[in-house]
């Protein structure tokens, strides 16, 4: 996994041609989730590994985003989601996650009685 200055020297050395870093053919505006899964899934077939898809990778991504703290509009801003669809990919990480804060201020609460 990338650190944040390793990320941000990959970004800074990336070529821009647009506001998007992954655009269409057409320079003009971002690579669509379509275009994206096409590119991602003929990768997969030369590399036999089907059973990895870029929707697993939308859905991992959002869940340890919410994992990470990250509110509706950070998730939606790296997944290119509507926050109806964040709230639909993070429904089940998200209970757990509340369910452990709440454990917590409840043995904290405990320690203070």
Not at 2 to 15: F, G, K, R, T, Y
Not at 52 to 69: F, K, P
């Amino acid at each position: 996994m990338l650190n944040i200055p390793e990320l941000q020297a990959a970004l800074d050395a990336a070529s821009r041609h647009s506001v998007f870093i992954l655009t269409n053919e057409r320079v003009t505006n971002r690579w669509s989730y379509r275009g994206a899964s096409a590119a991602v899934r003929s990768v997969r077939e030369r590399i036999g590994a089907l059973d990895y898809d870029i929707h697993s990778w939308r859905y991992n991504a959002a869940c340890e985003l919410v994992e990470a703290g990250c509110g509706d509009d950070l998730v939606a801003s790296v997944n290119g989601q509507s926050p109806a669809m964040v709230l639909h990919y993070t429904k089940k990480v998200r209970q757990k996650f509340r369910a452990i804060q709440a454990q917590k201020k409840r043995a904290s609460h405990k320690d203070l009685s």
